[in-house]
């Protein structure tokens, strides 16, 4: 079933406890289709286009990140009708934080797939809120180097189709299946209409400015950090300093602690789509973080 409310689309699929699956920059929610599937059948699957990306229509204020989160949050909230379990991958996982943070009453629980609360890498550490900043490591926060993101935000104005051919390429980079991945994810997203290049411009922007570290002592919500051993966009070092930020300790192995408030685990053999990689594993991970007692 095809819900359009306000004009952001949103495919709902399956029943039982209500899951919404967000996806990440210059693609769609096709992403999610080849594990849709497994996945309702035991949680009713929403997944939705964000603003400017697939059948989502771009607005005044969408350029906003706060303003978009806001615009899917309350949209969820309106049709869903009950507290969810929330999953984004990558830009999708930062909005879903930011969500998270904002509308605690109704996400159940947190997924962050392939993502950080601040994608760039920077000499800052900010000081968390649950500690202090002797406590912190010296050295770089590890994530995407500034000028790479430059060089995708220049590509932007002269051709943003071949920019996103490139970015596929640069997420595949490290997974054994490379170029059978970027065939897939090429086709899943040729099934929607192309993302609007207001969108993708903001996305980059999102990526490149937004910072949730210093927020991440305010999340409420049990949560789970998903990452890629061979991601080149966000390294496998983010799990270990995303973690200094959380409101309580993190177990992190390549196993899942699913008994703990918030909880990491990485996949060794993908690179930033361990769902596409590893799908199996991936589904079977996410189902044992949400529901625990099953």
Known sequence: MVQHADKLSVNVQGSGAPLVLLH??????AIWFPIR??????FRVYTIDLPGFGESNWQ?????FQHTCAR???QLIASIGEPFHLVGWSMGGLIATQIALDYSTYVKRLVCVASSPCFVARPDWPTPSTGNMSAMPNGEWPGIKKET???FRYQLTTDFRKTLERFLAVQALGSPAAREEIKAMRALLAERPEPQPEALVAGLRWLAEVDLRSALGALNVPSLHMYGRRDSLV????????ARYLPSSIGHSSELHASEQHSSCQFDASAHAPFF???ELFVQRLQQFLMPDA
């Open 235 to 242: 390294p496998i070092a983010a799990s270990a300093a995303v």
């Open 72 to 74: 899917a949050a309350e």
């Open 37 to 42: 599937a497994q996945l309702a059948q035991h």
């Open 24 to 29: 990440g920059w210059g693609l769609n929610q």
């Open 277 to 279: 990689t590893e799908p």
């Open 149 to 151: 993101l430059e060089t």
């Open 60 to 64: 005044q204020g969408n350029e906003d």
